[in-house]
């Protein structure tokens, strides 16, 4: 704090600045955002959580701790990090009531350091609101340490279709290791006219799953096919969907099982297509089939059963865990007015036009003029995070909509 300074430069008037009159003027435009930052739908939310956490603490037993008194000190601990922003919160508040009265003192170079303190103070109190509560009242994603799966199908378009999900698939391929994540491709039906029919990558690393999920849907493009001759510009679309892709460790010592064996028929077949003297020559090629579901998954690529078999089972695990994240997130918002369309993977989402160098993600309402650079996959974060931060925000919403 500056109060020291302020009460020696009462004693000893200086000379008036010009930067002093400014500072002053910043400050009374700042005062009333700061004055209403209290009123805040998220001040408010944070401050019934402290209250609820004083209760818990006025409840619970000075004798022998019951059950229910551990319950209340483990929900006691989890808010201690909000009750401490609280705390900094409270104090920057009444830091800055204090400064108020010293932004009209006489003094010029005093009323300068007033409005310094005064800009400081307002910007860590916003600074509270906007970032370190949110942080705090937004649980921790549960799918944070999940990598990902990424399965991409042309659809409306024909040849044009399917040398676009090959562009997709190398886009995704160039984002991730500008990320640094480990990419694979698994599995892919390449066409002899060009381009590829389906694809299914792998993605590994910290967070690629909350990065990517997102990009499930219908991804749109619009250019002029090489084959055109009158220069007409055709619409394709290709089906990505990203799924949550699990350690082998971790879904086998899971308490909550996606499947059990008996529900799986297991399937073995000759293996189809190029692929020199191995193919057609021995029952490499698996079949999995989830019953309950009807989700089938077929593997080929490998050159033996046994890692065509693990690699089906890890994309039927990846479909199932989907499914189940999916139901959970509907439960969660099915008082939400966009609940269709935040669940609708059949929606188009984003629109790449190679005319204008334009890629429009629809549910953001952002445009990028440089498609290239999103092509290359170094363009594609942009979007990533802006999605992120929009799934932020939701969440944040839901938090404050509860009483």
């Known amino acids: 704090m500056f109060r020291p300074a302020l009460a020696q430069l009462r004693l000893a008037r200086t000379f008036t600045t010009s930067r002093a009159v400014l500072a002053q003027a910043q400050a009374k435009r700042h005062a009333t955002p700061a004055a209403n930052t209290e009123n805040a739908p998220i001040i408010q939310h944070v401050k019934r959580r402290i209250e609820e956490r004083d209760r818990l603490q006025s409840e619970i037993s000075d004798e022998a701790l019951s059950d229910d008194d551990i319950q209340k000190v483990r929900k006691i601990r989890e808010l201690e990090p909000l009750q401490n922003a609280w705390t900094e919160w409270l104090h920057a508040r009444e830091a800055l009531k204090e400064t108020v009265s010293l932004l009209n003192d006489p003094d010029p170079t005093m009323r300068s350091m007033a409005a310094d303190e005064y800009e400081s103070l307002s910007d860590s109190m916003k600074q509270l609101a906007e970032a370190t509560f949110p942080e705090l009242l937004v649980p921790p994603s549960k799918t944070a340490h999940l990598s990902a799966m990424i399965e991409l199908r042309a659809g409306v378009g024909g040849s044009e279709s399917a040398l676009f999900t090959a562009d997709l698939v190398r886009m995704y391929t160039r984002a991730a290791q500008a990320q640094g994540w480990n990419v694979i491709l698994l599995s892919s039906n390449i066409l002899e006219t060009g381009g590829m029919k389906d694809a299914i990558l792998e993605v590994k690393g910290e967070g690629v799953y909350d990065a990517l999920r997102w990009e499930s849907g219908v991804h749109r493009v619009q250019r002029v096919p090489a084959t055109e001759a ?79 078999r693990r690699r089906a089972f890890q994309v039927l695990n990846a479909r199932l865990m989907d499914r189940k994240l999916t139901q959970e997130m509907l439960d969660r918002r099915d008082m939400r007015r966009n609940l269709v369309s935040s669940a609708d993977r059949s929606e188009k989402i984003r629109t790449y036009n190679y005319p204008q160098d334009r890629v429009t993600d629809h549910r953001l309402g952002l445009s990028v003029k440089n498609l290239t650079m999103v092509m290359d996959g170094y363009g594609l974060q942009e979007f990533l995070k802006a999605l992120q931060q929009r799934h932020h925000d939701e969440l944040l919403e839901d938090v404050l909509s509860e009483r």
């Open 230 to 308: 009158n220069g007409r510009v055709h619409t394709s679309t290709v089906s990505v969907m990203v799924l949550p892709l699990t350690e082998e460790s971790d879904s086998k010592s899971s308490e909550d099982a996606l499947y059990t064996m008996d529900e799986i028929r297991i399937e073995v077949m000759r293996s189809r297509g190029a692929g020199g003297q191995h193919v057609n020559k021995t029952e490499s090629a698996v079949r999995l089939t989830h019953v309950p579901t009807g989700i089938t998954v077929s593997m080929q690529d490998e050159r033996s059963q046994h890692q065509n």
